[in-house]
């Protein structure tokens, strides 16, 4: 059963527009949350984290938002550019039981933003 | 600083042999964790590595073996390799595992197996 979904596969947005990716989890035990873009070839790059104690995280261009009730996360581009075109992947993390090392990703989405 | 390292980056093998791989993290970080990815599954768990020490581990059977040198280099093998073993193994690194650090992750093997 997967613990970290996201449901869209692919996304396509015009340069300079909003680009907003979305991600569910399902353990309630999950604390920490990260997002990676991935080129191919090439490993995860990270991107933006943020705990489970806040519910907005911002880094330039990009915004995590985490609504713990609803167990969903979203990260927001703006603007979005064409070197933003990657795969986006969400991890969470559970608290304790020395599982940080282990990160659980979702499937990921592949973002394509168009000149 | 350099980033993490993974060797070799492309590898073919046939079912039935071994492989190694080999993972030097990001200098002064000392916990080394390896994902498998594939189509279909994703970003998977393997294992991690922290002072020598195997901390977590996924759901993989026990083929897939792992072990953390004292300088915190890293290799992970898998023994009498299955066709569905084909996948980028991927390596990431942190500091420590005592409080939340995003890893870092290297460029990735790709493992094909015939």
């Known amino acids: 059963d997967q613990q970290v979904k996201q449901n869209s596969p692919s996304l396509s947005v015009q340069e300079g527009r909003i680009s907003i990716l979305n991600c569910d989890y399902t353990?309630?035990?999950?604390?920490?949350f990260l997002w990676y873009k991935k080129y191919p070839a090439e490993g995860p790059t990270f991107l933006i984290s943020i705990s489970s104690i806040k519910d907005k995280n911002e880094d330039g261009r990009f915004t995590v938002f985490l609504n713990k009730s609803a167990k969903h996360l979203s990260l927001h581009i703006v603007p979005s550019q064409p070197g933003d075109s990657a795969v986006y992947f969400c991890a969470a993390s559970e608290r304790g039981r020395g599982s940080q090392g282990n990160l659980i990703f979702g499937k990921g989405t592949k973002l394509s933003v168009k000149p | 600083k350099a980033g993490v390292t993974q060797t070799p980056r492309y590898l073919i093998k046939t079912r039935g042999q071994q492989v190694t791989l080999s993972c030097s993290p990001i200098s002064g970080h000392r916990s080394v964790s390896w994902y498998q990815q594939t189509p279909g599954q994703g970003l998977q768990f393997l294992f991690e590595y922290f002072s020598e020490t195997q901390r977590n581990k996924g759901n993989f059977p026990g083929r897939f073996s792992g072990r953390q040198f004292s300088n915190s280099r890293s290799e992970m093998n898998v023994s009498t390799l299955e066709l569905g073993d084909s996948a980028l193994y991927l390596c990431?690194?942190?500091?420590?595992?005592?409080?939340?650090?995003?890893?870092?992750f290297g460029p990735g093997t790709r493992l094909t197996v015939l």
């Open positions: 990431a690194s942190r500091p420590g595992p005592s409080s939340y650090n995003e890893q870092f």
């Open positions: 353990n309630s035990m999950f604390d920490y």
